[in-house]
């Protein structure tokens, strides 16, 4: 069965840190890439970061570079989003997404397999 749970996400004052978690089914973490996205209100889903399948190559948005790390635990079948100096605009609905080792990862159209997201909000 295919399942991506996000978890982690909450309220947060300006420049505090969360760190989000995805946990996934074995079918569908083993041999992906996986992806975080966030999506504001009235606004399009965008891409914060990827990690290939093995770990070796990371991506990250240019608006949470050197303010966010992901990793993963092959053997939890769990990827996790650092984020540390939170900004307001941060502000938004997290997902995580899985797509074939072979694929890409900052795109949208890249990833086969969504969480339904956790919320981070950040306050001024």
């Known amino acids: 069965q295919v399942q991506l749970v996000e978890s982690g996400g909450g309220l947060v004052q300006a420049g505090g840190s969360l760190s989000l978690s995805c946990p996934a089914s074995v079918r569908t973490f083993s041999g992906s890439n996986v992806g975080w996205f966030r999506q504001a209100p009235r606004q399009e889903r965008e891409f914060v970061a990827a990690i290939t399948w093995r770990g070796g190559t990371t991506y990250y948005a240019d608006s949470v570079k050197g303010r966010v790390s992901i990793s993963r635990d092959n053997a939890k079948n769990t990827v996790y989003l650092q984020m540390n100096s939170l900004k307001p605009e941060d502000t938004a609905l997290y997902y995580c997404?899985?797509?074939?080792?072979?694929?890409?990862?900052?795109?949208?159209?890249?990833?086969?397999?969504w969480g339904q997201g956790t919320q981070v909000t950040v306050s001024s």
């Open positions: 997404a899985a797509s074939p080792a072979s694929s890409g990862v900052v795109y949208y159209s890249d990833y086969t397999y």
